[in-house]
């Protein structure tokens, strides 16, 4: 796994997926351009920044965000995350309106049932959303107004929501009234913003920009959730379907995934994940075939379906080869473990190594056989290997830091709602806690639980952490689930219509108070190169292990 290009869409994949979120194993796509494939330690930072201009550009935010989150990975100024978020914006409103169900979900609605969506949505943002202040209603409004303004910019969404012709003068001269009437305008409680949009979205088709106002509300509610962060989002009815089941896809395994007009195609492996360690899959493979479905070019959601329903003991990937009629298989296990990899790597000094994928509700107890397997082989020293961990259940994250902290604060969160408001989360594990001597592997893409973790363990100089700086998603996000639509006569679907929204309810400090979000956890010993590091690691690792008691033969 030393191929350049390969570790390029490696460090790219993930990114995406932690930060466009639902479905996250459809990332975009890898971007169109002349630096497209070329190792990202060859490619300078001006010329990512020419490229993603160039998308720009020709209004293509995919390829731009893409190209956006290649330079996150080597610079996280302020102002390189600040045009992440915008562009992150810009992509997930362009995947919106190319995508069929979602204009479905639209089009169904009536004038006042979007309304009365709208209406739940910024009521219960400001006393749930992490921070009060900036979920204050003029705030959600004035997202809504560059929402809206950006749409108006996207020939998708005007082709699928507009007439069938409209003069260039009149969408520009519509969109200067935005900022000049509509944005000014008070918004101070949920009537008066209701009240204030279906006079906009009226004032649109009247105007002949659009023919439906529902989108126009749509656009509102859409930008009320995403301008608050880069985690929080509305998601329709069947988005949120996707969503519940995202432990069902192949992210699980490491394997993210594109679909195209050539099919599913295996767009980038996560380094040392399970799939990654354990199978043949390769990025550029062509799946041709999931538990016997056919994916030509296939979809989200029948992939998920196709998982859903696996054949027998494991899923069944069938991948195009040189010869059409010979179909190399793979096989995945139905349950991944989030712990694997475990081994002594050094007996004479008594190194383990040990991955830690992801934070399911399995994972504390796979830590605690692996723990207990690894001292029986003799272990006396662990390299725990954190890189490209998106996190996962949050009270897993504290469980794992218990196993290994005997006492003090792990973390503290801010919110609004009780459970998150100025709590302190400690560990009071005792003699309980493992005392190996621990390294954490740490890079760009550990995130969330597993930053509760590195964050602990490195305020209390529990372990030494080696790597590069971690993402900083110091968040909790929560699915807040939507009512308006549902027909309380019919028990039998509650919640069938009105979707929800995936939002942040609460950010978390390491123990000595330093903020996560936008900053990560910086490691003690700094190393880019993926192969070095495990180098490093294992170096400090033999350093820390006690003596032995006794010669080793």
Not at 258 to 280: K, M, V, Y
Not at 421 to 427: E, P
């Amino acid at each position: 796994m030393s191929d350049g290009s390969r570790r390029t869409v490696l460090g790219i994949a993930p990114v995406l997926g932690l930060l466009l979120g639902v479905g996250t194993s459809f990332s975009a796509p890898p971007p169109r351009d002349a630096i497209q494939g070329i190792p990202l330690s060859l490619v300078t930072a001006e010329q990512i920044r020419e490229a993603e201009l160039a998308a720009e550009a020709r209004s293509d935010w995919e390829a731009a965000f893409s190209l956006q989150c290649r330079l996150l990975l080597t610079d996280r100024s302020p102002a390189v995350r600040e045009k992440t978020s915008t562009l992150l914006r810009r992509a997930q409103q362009s995947r919106r309106h190319r995508d069929p169900a979602f204009t479905q979900f639209v089009e169904k609605l009536s004038v006042t049932e979007a309304l009365n969506l709208y209406t739940e949505v910024v009521t219960k943002l400001p006393t749930l959303y992490a921070d009060r202040e900036k979920a204050a209603l003029p705030r959600l409004w004035k997202h809504g107004i560059e929402e809206f303004d950006r749409a108006l910019m996207n020939p998708a969404f005007v082709r699928v929501s507009g007439p069938d012709a409209i003069e260039e003068s009149r969408l520009t001269a519509f969109r200067a009234s935005l900022r000049k009437t509509w944005e000014s305008l008070p918004a101070t409680n949920a009537k008066e913003a209701r009240n204030n949009l279906r006079r906009l979205a009226m004032a649109a088709t009247d105007a002949g920009v659009l023919r439906k106002p529902t989108a126009v509300v749509v656009e509102f509610l859409c930008g009320a959730c995403t301008g608050l962060d880069d985690y929080t989002v509305f998601l329709t009815p069947a988005q949120a379907s996707l969503e519940s089941a995202s432990l069902t896809d192949l992210q699980q395994y490491g394997i993210f995934t594109t679909i195209s007009e050539h099919g599913l195609r295996i767009q980038g492996l996560i380094p040392n994940s399970w799939a990654a360690l354990h199978s043949s899959l390769v990025p550029g493979d062509r799946i041709v075939r999931v538990n016997g479905r056919l994916f030509d070019p296939g979809s989200p959601a029948e992939l998920i379906e196709a998982l859903r329903n696996p054949p027998g003991a494991a899923h069944r990937l069938e991948i195009a080869g040189p010869v059409p009629d010979m179909l190399p298989t793979v096989m995945l296990p139905l349950a991944v473990p989030t712990v694997y990899g475990s081994q002594v790597l050094n007996p004479k000094d008594g190194i383990a190594y040990l991955r830690l994928g992801a934070f399911r509700d399995t994972t504390a107890r796979e830590l605690d056989d692996a723990l207990e397997l690894l001292k029986n082989q003799g272990a006396r020293s662990l390299v725990l290997d954190l890189r490209g961990n998106h996190g996962g259940l949050f009270n897993m994250g504290l469980q794992v830091t218990q196993r290994f902290l005997p006492a003090g604060i792990i973390v503290t969160t801010q919110g609004q709602t009780g459970d998150w408001s100025q709590r302190v989360f400690s560990s009071d594990s005792g003699m309980m806690a493992w005392d190996l001597p621990l390294v954490l592997l740490i890079d760009g893409e550990t995130a969330s639980a597993a930053e509760v973790v590195a964050g602990a363990l490195k305020d209390h100089q529990r372990a030494t952490l080696v790597g590069m700086t971690t993402f900083g998603k110091g968040s909790i996000q929560f699915p807040v689930r939507l009512e308006s639509l549902d027909d309380p006569a019919d028990p039998n679907q509650p919640r069938a219509r009105s979707g929800m929204v995936r939002l942040t309810i609460a950010r978390f400090s390491s123990p000595r108070g330093a903020a996560v979000s936008g900053q990560g956890i910086a490691p003690q010993i700094l190393e880019p190169d993926p192969l070095r590091q495990l180098e490093i690691a294992l170096i400090r690792a033999s350093e820390l292990a006690p003596p032995t008691s006794m010669p080793i033969p």
